[in-house]
C-alpha cells in the first residue's frame, strides 16, 4: 500500500513543528524518516498514523493507495504501529497482548477463538517467542517486548507498519540484531513501512530510501548510496557522518590556513570552508604535492574493522578524525605524539547562499 | 577465611546506613500511637464474659445502626469510586485552567474539621437549606434518613479514591490507551480493557479505604442523620452514647467490632493487591 502525503503541515501553539510536507511512498517500501530530536520526524509518522491530527490550513491530504484516509479515525486507518517504549499491556500475557486487535474486533468480524489462537501462535512463531505465551511483559527482556509490540502490530494483517524509533530503548547488539530481522521480515511479508530514528547507521542500514529532516523540513529523500554520496546540503552531510573541519584563504588555486596549505585549483579566490570525512583522509610521513597539512596524533583507538585516529595541529581550532585500515595503522607505526601529514583523497564545499554542493577529488 | 564476624555471627554490614535506628524509632512510634490505644480497648473487654460481650454487640439497636453505616457506607463507596476515578482521570489527562485548584480542593475533606462539614451539610440539606428547598417539592428528603449519612460519608472520604488512583494513573503512559486504539479498540473497549485494569487495585484500595473510613466517621454525620433510633444511628454514635453513659465497657465492645471489620478488610485489600502487583512487576501470576 503506498502512502501520499500532501501539503501535511503542524503547529504545536505557535511553534511550527513541520512546515507543508509532501511525500510519496511507494508500495512494499522500508523508508526510515532520520532527523535530530526536534525535526518533527515523530510528529509525521504520528499524523500518518492519525494519532495526531494534521493542521486545518493548509488542507492537507493522506492518502493510503487511492483510500483518502485525511479524516479517517487511527482505528480505522488498518495501520500497525510500533512505539518506542513498547507500550505493551502489562496485565495481560504475551498471547492476550497479541490476540488483543484480535479480540476487540466487532463480533461479526472476529474469528472465532481456534483461528485466533492459531494465528496468535504463528504470529509468535514469526516472532521467535512461541514458548513466551504464558509470560507477562515484565518477565521479558527489552528485545522480546518490541518483539512482542511487533507480533501484535502485525496481527491485524495492517497495510502500513509504522515504527517510532523501534530500537532507541535497546543496547547496541539487540538493536543490530533487531534490525536485520526487521528488514528480513519487512521483505518477507511485503507490507509498506515507516520507521522514526535519530541514528543515522540505523537509518542508511535498514531504509529502501531515507527522509532527512531538520526543524520541521524534509531536507532530502534519497537512497542511502545517492544520500551518502550526494548529499543535497550541508546539514544532511553534516548529520550523516563524522565531519572535519578545514577554513582558510584561496588564492591562485591553493588553500592556506596557518602553515597548512592545499590545493583547488577549482576554486574561486576568498575565504573558503571545506568539509572532509574521516574516511577520505589518508596519513604519510611526507606532504604531497597537492597537500601539506602537518597534523599530530593526539588518540587512538581501534573500533571493529578499522582504527580512529585523532589529529591535532596548530591550525586547525577542533581536533580532526581520521579512519584508517589496520594494514595502513600497521604500516605507518602510528603512535600517539608521532608527526604526520594529512592527505584528503576528497573534499566537500557547500555554498550556504544556494545549498548546492560541490566536491572535487584531490590528486 | 575466619573472621571475627563470623564466629560471633554478626551479621555483616549493611550498606545503607541507619537501619537499626530508624526501624527501631519507627516500631517505637507505631506502638505508642497505634499498639497502646488498641490494647487498652481490649484490656477494657477483659473484665466480660464472652456472653455478654456477645450480649452487647448483638443488641437490636446496635445491630440495626451495623446495618445502616454498613449499608450508607457502601453506597457512599460506591459512588466515591465512580466520582473519585473521574476526578483523577480529569486530574491526569486533561489540562485546563483551574485545575490547580481543583487538584488542592481534593484534600479539603481533609483539611476541613469533619463538625464543620457536617453542620454545612445539615444546613443545606434540611427542608429549609439550599438543596432541601429543591429537593423536598421531588419528595427527596436527604437530611435525618440514610441518605444524609451516605452524603456525609461520601463527603469524608472523597480524597482517599482520588489519591490513590492519581499517581497510578500517572504512571499509565498515554501510549498504552494509543497502542489500543491503533489496534482498532473503540474509546469504551480500550478503556474497559486496558486502562481499568491497571487502575483496578488503586480504585479497589480507594474505595476500600473510602468504605473503612466512613465505617469510623461520626463527626459529619451526627448533624445531618437525625440519629432516630433502629433508623438513622450510625454505630459510631452507639459508642458515644455508651461513652456518656460512663458504659466503657459496653463502648470498647461495639469498638472493637468497628476495629475488626476494618482491619481485616484492610487486610485483604493488602493481599489480594499484592498478588496483582507482582505479576506487573513480573511474578508468576
New interface residues.
Given amino acids: 500500500m503506498s502512502i501520499r502525503l500532501t501539503n501535511i503541515a503542524k503547529t504545536f501553539g505557535r511553534t511550527q513543528a513541520l512546515e507543508p510536507i509532501n511525500l510519496d511512498i511507494h508500495d512494499g517500501e522500508l523508508v526510515g524518516l532520520l532527523g535530530p530530536s526536534g525535526s518533527g520526524k515523530t510528529t509525521l509518522l504520528r499524523i500518518i498514523?492519525g494519532?495526531e491530527q494534521a493542521d486545518a490550513k493548509p488542507a492537507g491530504r493522506i492518502q493510503f493507495g487511492e483510500r483518502d484516509v485525511t479524516q479517517v479515525h487511527?482505528?480505522?486507518r488498518r495501520?500497525?504501529?510500533v512505539?518506542q517504549?513498547y507500550?505493551?499491556?502489562?496485565?495481560m500475557t504475551v498471547f492476550d497482548n497479541v490476540a488483543?486487535?484480535l479480540t476487540?474486533?466487532p463480533r461479526k468480524e472476529r474469528p472465532s477463538s481456534g483461528e485466533i489462537r492459531a494465528r496468535v501462535h504463528r504470529l509468535l512463531e514469526m516472532v521467535q517467542l512461541e514458548d513466551f505465551a504464558k509470560r507477562?511483559p515484565?518477565?521479558l527482556s527489552g528485545g522480546q517486548q518490541q518483539r512482542v509490540?511487533l507480533a501484535?502490530?502485525l496481527?491485524?494483517r495492517p497495510d502500513v507498519l509504522l515504527l517510532d524509533e523501534p530500537f532507541g530503548a535497546l543496547d547496541a547488539k539487540v538493536r543490530q540484531e533487531l534490525r536485520r530481522w526487521l528488514r528480513h521480515l519487512h521483505d518477507e511479508l511485503n507490507f509498506t513501512s515507516v520507521f522514526v530514528t535519530h541514528d543515522q547507521e540505523e537509518a542508511l542500514e535498514l531504509s529502501d530510501r531515507v527522509v532527512v529532516m531538520s526543524n520541521g523540513r524534509i531536507e532530502q529523500i534519497d537512497t542511502p548510496e545517492a544520500l551518502y554520496r550526494a548529499p543535497a546540503n550541508r546539514f544532511v552531510f553534516e548529520f550523516l557522518g563524522d565531519v572535519n573541519r578545514l577554513e582558510g584563504d584561496v588564492r591562485d588555486g591553493v588553500l592556506t590556513c596557518g602553515d597548512a596549505r592545499l590545493a583547488v585549483s577549482e576554486l574561486d579566490d576568498g575565504r573558503e570552508e571545506l568539509l572532509l570525512r574521516p574516511h577520505e583522509l589518508k596519513l604519510a610521513d611526507a606532504p604531497s604535492d597537492a597537500a601539506q597539512l602537518p597534523v599530530t596524533v593526539t588518540s587512538i583507538s581501534p573500533i571493529g574493522a578499522e582504527v580512529r585516529v585523532e589529529l591535532e595541529a596548530d591550525w586547525l581550532p577542533a581536533p580532526w578524525l581520521a579512519t584508517v585500515r589496520h594494514a595502513d595503522f600497521e604500516r605507518l607505526a602510528i603512535s600517539r605524539g608521532q608527526r604526520l601529514y594529512a592527505i584528503p583523497r576528497r573534499w566537500h564545499r557547500f555554498d550556504d547562499a544556494t545549498a548546492k554542493p560541490r566536491q572535487a577529488t584531490a590528486a | 577465611m575466619i573472621t571475627l564476624a563470623n564466629i560471633t555471627g554478626s551479621a555483616p554490614k549493611r550498606v545503607l546506613p541507619g537501619f537499626g535506628l530508624s526501624l527501631g524509632i519507627s516500631l517505637t512510634f507505631v506502638s505508642l500511637m497505634l499498639l497502646l490505644p488498641m490494647t487498652s480497648l481490649f484490656g477494657q473487654l477483659s473484665g466480660i464474659s464472652l456472653a455478654e460481650y456477645w450480649r452487647i454487640i448483638t443488641d437490636g439497636r446496635v445491630v440495626a445502626s451495623y446495618i445502616v453505616t454498613i449499608g450508607a457506607a457502601a453506597v457512599a463507596a460506591l459512588v466515591n469510586a465512580a466520582f473519585g476515578l473521574l476526578l483523577a482521570w480529569v486530574l491526569v489527562r486533561y489540562d485546563f485552567p483551574g485545575k490547580r485548584l481543583l487538584d488542592a480542593l481534593m484534600d479539603l475533606p481533609f483539611a476541613l474539621p469533619t463538625a464543620v462539614a457536617g453542620i454545612t451539610l445539615a444546613t443545606l440539606y434540611s427542608s429549609n437549606g439550599w438543596m432541601g428547598r429543591l429537593l423536598d417539592p421531588l419528595g427527596i428528603q436527604v437530611a435525618y434518613t440514610w441518605v444524609g449519612i451516605a452524603l456525609a460519608m461520601a463527603f469524608t472520604s472523597i480524597p482517599f479514591v482520588v489519591r490513590t488512583v492519581q499517581p497510578v494513573l500517572e504512571d499509565l503512559p498515554n501510549e498504552v490507551d494509543e497502542a489500543a486504539l491503533t489496534l482498532g479498540a473503540s474509546d469504551a473497549t480500550a478503556f474497559r480493557r486496558v486502562i481499568l485494569p491497571h487502575l483496578w487495585p488503586a480504585l479497589v484500595t480507594g474505595t476500600g479505604l473510602a468504605f473503612v473510613r466512613s465505617l469510623g466517621e461520626f463527626g459529619a454525620i451526627i448533624f445531618i442523620a437525625g440519629n432516630a433510633p433502629y433508623e438513622t444511628e450510625i454505630t459510631a454514635l452507639m459508642i458515644f452514647v455508651r461513652l456518656q453513659e460512663y458504659d466503657y465497657v459496653g463502648a470498647s465492645a461495639i469498638a472493637s467490632v468497628v476495629l475488626a471489620v476494618s482491619l481485616a478488610l484492610l487486610l485483604a485489600i493488602n493481599i489480594w493487591q499484592g498478588r496483582f502487583i507482582k505479576r506487573l512487576h513480573g511474578g508468576r501470576g
Avoid: T
Avoid at chain 1, 507500550?87 to 496485565?91: E, M, P, V
Fill in positions: 498514523a494519532l487511527v482505528r480505522d495501520i500497525g504501529f512505539f517504549h507500550a505493551l499491556f502489562r496485565h488483543f486487535g476487540v474486533m507477562y515484565a518477565q509490540s501484535r502490530a496481527a491485524l
